[in-house]
């Protein structure tokens, strides 16, 4: 089955602009969730989706929003970017998100990387 | 504050050695532990542990939990170049009817010939 697949795989944005990333999960599963990777902070939390509907939501600030189709396909929207926003951002897909009997385990995607200069 | 830690964030070897990762976490409303391994983009998924004192084993990788004293440990044997890579090791933590995973820092792994 196709994995979890992120648009586009990298961009190169200027401050002040917005950018919108893709994520469309594994087929079947309904939880999708985004993370922010830097050399400096690693692997962070920004929000979960399930169903349509933002589960969860990490420390970022407002700039940072996501949304969930009826099909699970997600997307991120970052607004009046700053050069820290500069990172790797990775989906991660799962069936049913952690709360699951057992723990599902989270698919990434290759991620999008994204140069703000 | 929720946190996971690994140890050590970077360690070299040479073929055929046995490597040790170690992580440890303090997660409020912990479910399960993840390994994966990173190389270039998209981190792959080794295990996911749920249960304490169960190993679970996959080729030459093998991994356990300790729930007790919050840590787990992943174990590679006769390491191999194509072993080099960052391992990261991840808690589930569980709220509003979801879930999120808290990351440590990773332990970048280098194999030598």
């Known amino acids: 089955k196709a994995g979890v697949t992120q648009t586009p795989r990298y961009l190169i944005k200027t401050r002040g602009q917005q950018v919108t990333l893709s994520c469309s999960p594994i087929s079947g599963h309904r939880s999708v969730s985004w993370y922010q990777q830097t050399p400096g902070q690693g692997l962070q939390f920004l929000f979960e989706?399930?169903?349509?509907?933002?589960?969860n939501k990490g420390n970022f600030p407002g700039r940072f929003s996501g949304r969930q189709f009826s099909n699970s396909r997600s997307e991120m929207n970052v607004s009046t970017l700053e050069l820290g926003d500069s990172a790797l951002y990775l989906c991660a897909s799962s069936l049913a998100g952690g709360l699951a009997v057992g723990g599902y385990g989270y698919t990434f995607g290759s991620g999008t990387r994204l140069t703000v200069v | 504050e929720d946190k996971v830690v690994q140890s050590p964030l970077s360690l070299v070897v040479h073929e055929g050695d046995t490597v040790t990762l170690n992580c440890s976490y303090e997660?409020?409303?912990?479910?399960?532990l993840l390994w994966y391994k990173q190389e270039k983009k998209a981190p792959t998924f080794l295990f996911m542990l749920t249960s304490s004192g169960i190993e679970k084993k996959s080729g030459r990788l093998s991994s356990i939990l300790d729930k007790k004293e919050l840590f787990s440990i992943l174990n590679i044997t006769a390491t191999q170049t194509g072993d080099s890579a960052v391992y990261l090791c991840?808690?589930?933590?569980?709220?509003?009817?979801?879930?999120?995973?808290?990351f440590g820092q990773g332990t970048e792994l280098s194999v030598k010939p």
């Open positions: 989706y399930f169903s349509e509907t933002q589960r």
């Open positions: 997660v409020t409303n912990f479910r399960s």
């Open positions: 991840a808690a589930t933590e569980i709220y509003n009817q979801g879930g999120k995973l808290i």
